[in-house]
């Protein structure tokens, strides 16, 4: 999840589905009400660690959140490298795992109906829209970063839609991106406090929607992830020529993530 949200145009949100964790990582966040603050506030500290163990799920967040923080720290030359050096192979292999990961989310609606449909559409084009903005040039202020943390965030725990995309649109980006590399503390922990109170809030609702409209959310979100394929779609038109010779290799490593997401898809519930 943390090397997808370094890439603008590719969602962590995805990954989480990809792996099995997004309902659990979803209703896990959401189940966070800060009510072991009460029993602290008393001094009754028995009573605030069996509150805190109660609501936050430490055995799912600790390597969750170990594995996105080094990621975050270790991957981004990585990730920057492959999509600099090797863009096309690259954003066709992200093309592969999108179009499979809408594919299993196809496969969990028991029968598609007008309203599906609907959704499905309007997620399509809401996506396709937010996608095609151009970045604005945006201030690098504390409470700007705050406030870009807190919304980035929301769109990084949904499939399809790009934290790191939407940071780029809103002129963040490289700023953090440079933050992570040259260790800026300060900036770093304004953005993560915006983002945990970004995800505290926007989980609830997410997680209400798939307990109360779950076959309509997905429709939504498939439909979120049909309108991002136009990132990597670009990405590819633009780095090779469009003749056989250039196409074949990036359609060999895109149908290669569609297999490799179908085949987990056997062995994982990817909705809990």
Known sequence: MGSADIVPGVSGGTIA????IYGHLVEAISNIKFGFLRPLVH???????????????FKFFIPLILGIGVAFLTLAKVVTYCMDVHTALTFSFFLGLI?????????????MN???VIAAVIGLILTYIFVSLNPVAGEHSL???????????CAMILPGISGSFLLL???QYEYMLTALHEFHFSEIIVF????LIGILGFSKI???LLKNYEEITMAFLIGVMLGSLKVPAVEIVKSVSMNLSGLIPCIVVAVIGFILIIVLETRFDYID
């Open 192 to 195: 993560v406090i915006g983002a």
């Open 114 to 116: 007008f309203k599906h």
């Open 143 to 153: 409470i700007v970063l705050f406030f870009s943390g807190m919304i980035a965030i």
């Open 99 to 111: 179009i499979a990961s809408a594919v299993i989310l196809f496969r969990k609606i028991s029968k």
């Open 206 to 208: 997410l997680n209400f």
């Open 43 to 57: 001094g009754d500290l028995r009573g605030f660690w069996n509150q805190l163990l109660e609501e936050i799920d």
């Open 17 to 20: 589905l990809i792996t099995g």
């Open 169 to 171: 649109l809103l002129g």
